[in-house]
């Protein structure tokens, strides 16, 4: 690799061993508020970036637990340690503005004063980290393409970056390539564009030009793609065995596409074994997958990261120490160090940075490749205006919120992304004042904030604009078993139940099998959905189904002008795959 920009090779050269492991490390940072318990990872262990979770805080242990504290290092060894997972503080965007603020200004007062990269996820859907304080939130990548536009892909990253850099975000983990031609797929399904690859590559080309031109560095993922796995790699080590010739054809399309164009910077792992290229390694620790398939045969010059390295994906296989090193001498130049929630990431930091020192003192990792992943990151950020020079003049947060043309994107992708699904027993649309049981989940506090912008129960009073006949049942992401009891005590007394039914990942899952138990007592249902997969959110046995590819403020309006008819549906099915 020629190192052209002097700058940044001096920046390098003056650099430690211990600052340059640092900027390998993006690590969890979760809460609305600031944490001096985590003054140490910025400068202490030189960390080059965080992953910022501003809605909920996890019972995690963040630092060191040594049994003896040392004179002058207190700071390493404090304990952090909290438990208000279901309450943390609320927070506007400006006041976590100052918090991000705070902690680049520690970032700066190192030795080498290179400021944080702070990424964060805003996939869309149910992946989405600024949630709060009247944040614009899209349909996810699949609603976006249900829109039938790419120029709105475009618009939307375009001001999600703008909000972002405005809150003090740099890097968005962003946009999904995974070609989803998994019906069943637990994990990716509607972060997916679509199970069509150059579907995929027009709406993520888009999506990638609007986060450039905002500058807001985007992330593609997860290489080589995920889309064909019935496995959560969050909870296990998922094989995809697919033949060579469909991954280059089918997975690696977009990649291949979108590289050759120069639009993708960062490229970030998947925790899986794909078995036509190394049958025995996962994907994020196989040099034949970084080094052979993504530098070598693709091309890709940019950053490679790891995906979160304390999913089970990897964790079952190896401890964290001994996976980052594996991952690096494999090609990746940045380690995404996220845990679970019940793994301490404090212990993990000290003995991952001495496993690196350890895997450069006896030439595993040499350091002339350990500059080079320093200069590439190095690198991302100059050309992102976050390492030397403000870039765009800096936008304050009201004026970006403020702006019709975010206001009227973050509309219109709402309003375009809602379809009928099935209308067979000829429901839709129904008669104004309408009798019917409302049973709408209560989003979990992370993607809803549950405030006058967004609030659980607005799906129900959407629909009390049409009828005054309307009673109501909320009940969680899965219902309990009070609330079912509470649903079939009083379901006699209504002929038509309204049921959303939304989706995320299998540890929350959804309320499918209450849905068909509705339906198997007789009773007509019509389900509002935010996939369009049967066994996630559409049951065969509905005869009535909507898909609002996306739960957002806007589109929960807009279901519920179709449903009485005062709107017709816009969106084009984004999918070969019918429910």
Not at 61 to 72: E, H, I, M, T
Request: glycine share 8%.
């Amino acid at each position: 690799m020629e190192i052209k920009n002097n700058y940044l090779k001096n920046l390098v050269s003056n650099m430690t061993l211990d600052e340059k492991i640092g900027q390998l490390f993006t690590v969890i940072c979760e809460g609305g508020i600031y944490l001096p318990a985590m003054e140490s990872l910025i400068a202490d262990y030189h960390c080059g970036g965080l992953r910022v979770v501003p809605a909920v805080r996890y019972s995690q242990k963040l630092f060191v637990d040594k049994a003896k504290r040392q004179q002058g290092k207190e700071r390493e060894e404090r304990i952090y340690w909290t438990a208000s997972t279901k309450n943390p503080p609320d927070v506007t965007l400006e006041q976590y503005s100052m918090v991000l603020k705070r902690y680049q200004e520690l970032a700066r007062r190192r030795k080498s004063g290179v400021p944080l990269r702070i990424a964060y996820d805003q996939e869309g859907g149910f992946s989405r980290d600024l949630t709060f304080g009247g944040a614009f939130v899209f349909p996810p990548p699949m609603g976006l393409t249900a829109t039938g536009d790419p120029a709105l892909a475009y618009e939307a990253a375009y001001a999600l970056g703008r909000l972002g850099r405005a809150v003090g975000v740099n890097m968005i983990h962003s946009p999904v390539l995974d070609v989803n031609v998994q019906p069943d797929n637990p994990e990716i399904y509607t972060r997916a564009y679509s199970d069509d690859p150059e579907r995929v590559t027009a709406f993520a080309r888009e999506t990638l030009k609007g986060f450039r031109d905002a500058d807001m560095i985007a992330t593609a993922k997860h290489f080589p793609g995920r889309g064909d796995s019935l496995k959560d790699a969050h909870f296990e080590i998922p094989v995809i065995d697919t033949d060579w010739a469909t991954l280059w054809e089918r997975e690696l399309y977009p990649y291949r596409v979108l590289i050759q164009e120069g639009l993708i910077p960062v490229i970030m792992t998947a925790h899986t074994i794909y078995p036509a290229v190394d049958p025995d390694e996962i994907a994020t620790l196989s040099e034949k997958m970084l080094k052979g398939v993504l530098r070598g045969k693709l091309g890709f010059e940019g950053v490679i990261t790891t995906d979160a390295i304390g999913m089970k994906g990897v964790t079952l296989k190896y401890d964290v120490p001994t996976a980052c090193v594996k991952a690096l001498t494999a090609g990746a130049d940045m380690l995404l160090m996220r845990m679970s929630t019940d793994e301490p990431i404090g212990p993990v930091i000290p003995q991952t940075v001495e496993r690196i020192k350890q895997a450069v003192s006896d030439g595993r990792l040499d350091e002339r490749e350990l500059d080079e992943k320093v200069y590439r990151i190095l690198n991302l950020h100059e050309k992102a205006n976050i390492l030397r020079t403000s870039g765009r003049a800096q936008e304050s947060i009201g004026q970006v919120l403020a702006d019709p043309r975010c206001i009227g994107t973050c509309r219109a992708a709402s309003e375009r992304s809602v379809a009928v699904c099935r209308n067979k027993a000829d429901l839709l649309p129904l008669p104004k004042n309408a009798r019917a049981l409302v049973v709408e989940q209560r989003v979990p506090r992370q993607f809803c904030p549950n405030n006058g912008h967004w609030y659980h129960g607005m799906f129900y009073d959407q629909l009390c604009r049409f009828s005054n006949e309307l009673s109501y049942i909320e009940t969680g992401m899965q219902c309990s078993e009070e609330e079912r009891r509470m649903i079939f005590d009083n379901l006699d007394a209504f002929d038509l139940v309204i049921a959303t039914n939304w989706y995320y990942r299998d540890e929350i899952g959804s309320n499918t099998q209450l849905v068909q138990d509705i339906i198997r007592a007789g009773k007509k249902v019509i389900v509002v959905g935010d996939t369009p997969y049967e066994k996630q959110c559409i049951p065969k046995e509905a005869d009535t189904a909507v898909v609002q590819f996306g739960v957002t403020p806007y589109s929960i309006g807009v279901t519920a002008e179709i449903l009485f008819g005062e709107r017709e549906p816009q969106a084009v099915w984004p999918i070969s795959y019918r429910p």
